[in-house]
T-cell receptor, first 113, second 111 residues
Framework: NAGVMQNPRHLVRRRGQEARLRCSPM?????VYWYRQLPEEGLKFMVY????????ESGMPKERFSAEFPKEGPSILRIQQVVRGDSAAYFC???????????FGQGTRLTVV | DQQVKQNSPSLSVQEGRISILNCDYT??????FLWYKKYPAEGPTFLIS?????DKNEDGRFTVFLNKSAKHLSLHIVPSQPGDSAVYFC??????????FGAGTILRVKS
């Protein structure tokens, strides 16, 4: 059973470009969470999704950021018009149901130049 | 609003001794607590969890203690090993909601 797969592992974007981060949850997991870790900081919650539904997006910046988890395919975190402050490690986690441990992917390290 | 706090940014322990990592929370709605371990350039790895109906959970060298009245939990690692050196995150959730993480504690186990 493969773990949570995130790609790409590293992503470099110029200011103003779009970044798309992908997350394939573990088999059988229908809950997906996205977290961001800024340099020297902890993990900050961004969004919690179940298949085709956003459950909690209280941690998402109001502009430029969006997330989806379609019925088929991976979850996507999309950042439009990236700025240098978006540079961070973005982690995806999945769980089979609520109130259980979530398993993390290796993360995508986004660098905005 | 920091609902989960790890007040010690770092901890240094001698190999073979006990490591105690602490975590405090403010939200009384939290009913499930977890500890994760993270190495540089990797994702967090789940270590151990505890629900609010228990006050202790043990798994090998790792034991988590929960004091609900004090809104405090701790992770004990006995005996500590050099491979335990990592960042440890405390996390909490309530009503099946998202996991809220603390800022992490860097553990260094010296051989």
């Amino acid at each position: 059973n493969a773990g949570v797969m995130q790609n790409p592992r590293h992503l470099v974007r110029r200011r103003g470009q779009e970044a798309r981060l992908r997350c394939s949850p573990m088999k059988g997991h229908s809950h997906v969470y996205w977290y961001r870790q800024l340099p020297e900081e902890g993990l900050k919650f961004m969004v919690y999704l179940q298949k085709e539904n956003i459950i909690d997006e209280s941690g998402m910046p109001k502009e430029r950021f969006s997330a989806e988890f379609p019925k088929e395919g991976p979850s996507i975190l999309r950042i439009q018009q990236v700025v240098r402050g978006d540079s961070a490690a973005y982690f995806c986690a999945s769980s089979p149901r609520a109130i259980t441990e979530a398993f993390f992917g290796q993360g995508t390290r986004l660098t905005v130049v | 609003d920091q609902q989960v706090k790890q007040n010690s940014p770092s901890l240094s322990v001698q190999e073979g001794r006990i490591s105690i990592l602490n975590c405090d929370y403010t939200n009384s709605m939290f009913d499930y607590f977890l500890w994760y371990k993270k190495y540089p350039a990797e994702g967090p790895t789940f270590l151990i969890s505890i629900s609010s109906i228990k006050d202790k959970n043990e798994d090998g060298r790792f034991t988590v203690f929960l004091n609900k009245s004090a809104k405090h939990l701790s992770l004990h690692i006995v005996p500590s090993q050099p491979g335990d050196s990592a960042v440890y995150f405390c996390a909490a959730s309530g009503y099946g909601n998202k996991l809220v993480f603390g800022a992490g504690t860097i553990l260094r186990v010296k051989s």
